[in-house]
T-cell receptor, first 111, second 117 residues
């Protein structure tokens, strides 16, 4: 069964550094998303992406965040200057229509 | 604004017991989708079910069943004859159809289910 793939599974970064989280969505899906989950808390929406542009973003998705689909397969989330509070699990999801399928997540630890 | 409330935070049952996980939602949209996801200890999010707001038929899939009641804005999830492998955090989620197919999911806080042998 096709699945969403995220790399790396765990990323450790110094505060203030840039980090790029990578995702390969399911190949025939057209809609892409990033969510985050701070440890022990609920999953929060960050951004949705369709047709090479952002469809919707949350208040969390400020100027430090950006998304890109650099080629036909990858979908990336960049955090420009990481803060301690960016430590979380980041989930990529994709959908053909409505049902969003999630990757296994990238655990981001900011030191 | 959309909201999902999972009032139960932790539930512990003994294997083979039935357990119901509650979900109450709020939305001003007339059409919307409801979801349940499972997050096992390994951390991934596993899609379980999607329900369109027009379809109030209950659904059964093996030991899992879902009861959607629009009148009470609830979408409850029952596991029959629970097993240790059912131990996980279960999230209920809501999306609007207003902005189209790629509407964001609004999640509840999740319910931690522990099934003891």
């Amino acid at each position: 069964e096709p699945e969403v793939t995220q790399t790396p599974s765990h990323q450790v970064t110094q505060m203030g550094q840039e980090v790029i989280l990578r995702c390969v969505p399911i190949s025939n899906h057209l809609y892409f998303y990033w969510y985050r989950q701070i440890l022990g808390q609920k999953v929060e929406f960050l951004v949705s992406f369709y047709n090479n542009e952002i469809s919707e973003k949350s208040e969390i998705f400020d100027d430090q965040f950006s998304v890109e689909r650099p080629d036909g397969s990858n979908f990336t989330l960049k955090i420009r200057s990481t803060k301690l509070e960016d430590s979380a699990m980041y989930f990529c999801a994709s959908s053909e229509r409505v049902a969003q399928h999630f990757g296994d997540g990238t655990r981001l630890s900011i030191l | 604004a959309q909201k999902v409330t999972q009032a139960q935070t932790e539930i512990s049952v003994v294997e083979k017991e039935d357990v119901t996980l509650d979900c109450v939602y709020e939305t001003r949209d007339t059409t919307y989708y409801l979801f349940w996801y499972k997050q096992p200890p390994s951390g991934e999010l596993v899609f379980l079910i999607r329900r369109n707001s027009f379809d109030e038929q209950n659904e059964i899939s093996g030991r899992y069943s879902w009861n959607f009641q629009k009148s009470t804005s609830s979408f409850n999830f029952t596991i029959t004859a629970s097993q240790v492998v059912d131990s996980a955090v279960y999230f209920c989620a809501l999306s609007s159809t207003y902005t189209g197919a790629n509407s964001k999911l609004t999640f509840g806080k999740g319910i931690t289910l522990s099934v003891r042998p």
